[in-house]
């Protein structure tokens, strides 16, 4: 075969995630050996704009020196140490601090993982064990929403409303129902305004509670902009109307900002934008910027205290993992943290971010494209087959796929969620790297367009 020995390597024994494992053994992996400032290298020597921030998380981007050295120096003071049984390190008290600073106090309490899916399994858990504690034993139920990811493990898939994540995995869990998408390109019906469609996903919501029992119904989950299922900024009224059906059947909210949290959205959370006063709120990705696993589980004062509590009743909060609050990872989080605040970020995601929003709506009268939204540094472009419909492509994903495989021969690493484009670049880039990102774009899309005959 074409492949390089690393690559024959590759398909032999890795098996990868998210990927067609048939596919690969024909198409093999690009194998990304350095990164520097926004872009990447692979170990053909090609150059990409890393468009999407690897998986919508580095923020400071690649090759920081300063992550390095914090890194190192935790590791040559103490690589390892855990957190359970009444053991604690300076780095976790520091972050833990750092992170309830940051929250201006409206949390008060940081549990750590080492990833979104075991966050939102320990989110979970502690719904349930805070309703136990309150003697609410029916009251279980969570309800997520139809395209909304929270990740893979048992209990996060199952919160996760997309098909893929239960197809055969024998998920979702019987406590976890999703109700709709606020996308209002797709969902939205003729004649109906964004207000209007908001109004319609809050009666839904109610009346899906209703319909299960409030009291059978804890929480309700949600990412304030929707990543992975296709980039979905909701109306404006949306969020507002949600949480009042939330706080009137006492559930509690649960804000999953792992990709919206530090600032992507302009902000330095997705819940400020919106307005949401979440009671559980679940961070990771740019916390670190990636350069270590970390996540981090934040609560109020309410829940914070309920659980505390019951523990003591218990004799323990069991649960918790090996490398729950790692020296390394959170002294990483504690540096890029410092550079976030002190290279103003989440301020150039909002100013670099409306160039980037007004540069991809440009693109808005080609004639691939259906839809162009986002907020800061997030976006997406849907493409359709034909825009005054909005007809989707058939198969549905074609388009996307051509566009990221493209994309890469014009330098530019995007992320195709079917036929929607996403873009998620640092939160380091500046207005002339906008303007580079968008035209080999814009250059893709015309290739593409050409390849499809459309
Ligand atoms: N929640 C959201 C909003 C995410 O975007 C992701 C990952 O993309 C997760 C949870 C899961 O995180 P992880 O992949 O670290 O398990």
Same mark, same amino acid.
Request: proline share 5%; net charge negative.
């Given at each position: 075969?074409?492949?390089?020995?690393?690559?024959?390597?590759?398909?032999?024994?890795?098996?990868?995630?998210?990927?067609?494992?048939?596919?690969?053994?024909?198409?093999?992996?690009?194998?990304?050996?350095?990164?520097?400032?926004?872009?990447?290298?692979?170990?053909?020597?090609?150059?990409?704009?890393?468009?999407?921030?690897?998986?919508?998380?580095?923020?400071?981007?690649?090759?920081?020196?300063?992550?390095?050295?914090?890194?190192?120096?935790?590791?040559?003071?103490?690589?390892?140490?855990?957190?359970?049984?009444?053991?604690?390190?300076?780095?976790?008290?520091?972050?833990?601090?750092?992170?309830?600073?940051?929250?201006?106090?409206?949390?008060?309490?940081?549990?750590?993982?080492?990833?979104?899916?075991?966050?939102?399994?320990?989110?979970?858990?502690?719904?349930?064990?805070?309703?136990?504690?309150?003697?609410?034993?029916?009251?279980?139920?969570?309800?997520?929403?139809?395209?909304?990811?929270?990740?893979?493990?048992?209990?996060?898939?199952?919160?996760?409303?997309?098909?893929?994540?239960?197809?055969?995995?024998?998920?979702?869990?019987?406590?976890?129902?999703?109700?709709?998408?606020?996308?209002?390109?797709?969902?939205?019906?003729?004649?109906?305004?964004?207000?209007?469609?908001?109004?319609?996903?809050?009666?839904?919501?109610?009346?899906?509670?209703?319909?299960?029992?409030?009291?059978?119904?804890?929480?309700?989950?949600?990412?304030?902009?929707?990543? @992975? !299922?296709?980039?979905? %900024?909701?109306?404006?009224?949306?969020? *507002?109307? /949600?949480? $009042? =059906?939330?706080?009137?059947? &006492?559930?509690?909210?649960?804000?999953?900002?792992?990709?919206?949290?530090?600032?992507?959205?302009?902000?330095?959370?997705?819940?400020?934008?919106?307005?949401?006063?979440?009671?559980?709120?679940?961070?990771?990705?740019?916390?670190?910027?990636?350069?270590?696993?970390?996540?981090?589980?934040?609560?109020?004062?309410?829940?914070?205290?309920?659980?505390?509590?019951?523990?003591?009743?218990?004799?323990?909060?069991?649960?918790?993992?090996?490398?729950?609050?790692?020296?390394?990872?959170?002294?990483?989080?504690?540096?890029?943290?410092?550079?976030?605040?002190?290279?103003?970020?989440?301020?150039?995601?909002?100013?670099?971010?409306?160039?980037?929003?007004?540069?991809?709506?440009?693109? @808005? !009268?080609?004639?691939? %494209?259906?839809?162009?939204?986002?907020? *800061?540094? /997030?976006? $997406? =472009?849907?493409?359709?087959? &034909?825009?005054?419909?909005?007809?989707?492509?058939?198969?549905?994903?074609?388009?996307?796929?051509?566009?990221?495989?493209?994309?890469?021969?014009?330098?530019?690493?995007?992320?195709?969620?079917?036929?929607?484009?996403?873009?998620?670049?640092?939160?380091?880039?500046?207005?002339?790297?906008?303007?580079?990102?968008?035209?080999?774009?814009?250059?893709?899309?015309?290739?593409?367009?050409?390849?499809?005959?459309?």
């Amino acid at each position: 075969s074409s492949f390089s020995p690393a690559q024959s390597r590759d398909i032999k024994h890795q098996m990868h995630p998210y990927t067609n494992d048939v596919a690969h053994k024909t198409i093999g992996p690009r194998i990304i050996e350095r990164g520097e400032g926004i872009y990447v290298y692979d170990d053909q020597g090609n150059k990409f704009l890393e468009a999407m921030a690897g998986l919508w998380s580095v923020a400071v981007g690649f090759g920081e020196p300063r992550l390095v050295e914090a890194a190192t120096r935790q590791l040559q003071k103490l690589p390892y140490y855990h957190t359970f049984t009444h053991k604690s390190h300076s780095p976790s008290i520091e972050l833990a601090e750092k992170l309830v600073d940051y929250t201006q106090g409206r949390m008060s309490r940081v549990f750590f993982t080492n990833s979104g899916s075991e966050a939102n399994d320990t989110v979970v858990k502690m719904v349930w064990y805070y309703n136990n504690a309150l003697g609410r034993t029916q009251k279980k139920k969570i309800i997520s929403r139809k395209r909304g990811y929270h990740g893979v493990t048992v209990a996060s898939a199952s919160m996760t409303g997309l098909v893929g994540n239960h197809r055969d995995f024998d998920l979702p869990l019987p406590q976890m129902k999703h109700t709709s998408c606020p996308h209002f390109y797709r969902e939205g019906q003729p004649g109906e305004s964004e207000v209007d469609f908001a109004s319609r996903m809050e009666a839904e919501l109610e009346a899906m509670i209703i319909q299960e029992g409030p009291e059978t119904v804890a929480a309700f989950i949600g990412e304030p902009v929707m990543g @992975a !299922g296709g980039v979905i %900024v909701p109306p404006d009224t949306y969020w *507002g109307k /949600i949480q $009042a =059906v939330c706080r009137k059947y &006492d559930l509690l909210i649960i804000a999953d900002e792992v990709i919206t949290g530090f600032g992507r959205l302009g902000k330095r959370f997705g819940s400020d934008v919106y307005g949401i006063e979440p009671d559980i709120m679940v961070l990771s990705k740019q916390i670190t910027s990636s350069y270590q696993p970390l996540a981090a589980v934040m609560l109020n004062d309410d829940v914070a205290s309920v659980i505390s509590e019951h523990s003591g009743r218990l004799g323990s909060f069991g649960h918790g993992y090996t490398a729950s609050g790692h020296p390394v990872a959170t002294a990483v989080a504690i540096e890029n943290l410092n550079i976030i605040q002190e290279r103003k970020l989440v301020e150039n995601a909002a100013t670099t971010g409306a160039i980037m929003q007004a540069a991809l709506r440009e693109l @808005a !009268g080609h004639p691939l %494209v259906g839809e162009v939204r986002g907020l *800061g540094l /997030i976006a $997406a =472009v849907e493409l359709v087959a &034909d825009k005054e419909s909005r007809r989707p492509f058939d198969p549905l994903g074609k388009a996307g796929a051509a566009v990221y495989g493209r994309a890469h021969e014009n330098g530019l690493i995007v992320r195709a969620i079917q036929d929607t484009i996403a873009f998620c670049p640092p939160l380091i880039i500046t207005p002339e790297q906008v303007s580079d990102m968008v035209a080999r774009f814009a250059k893709t899309l015309d290739e593409v367009q050409k390849s499809l005959q459309v």
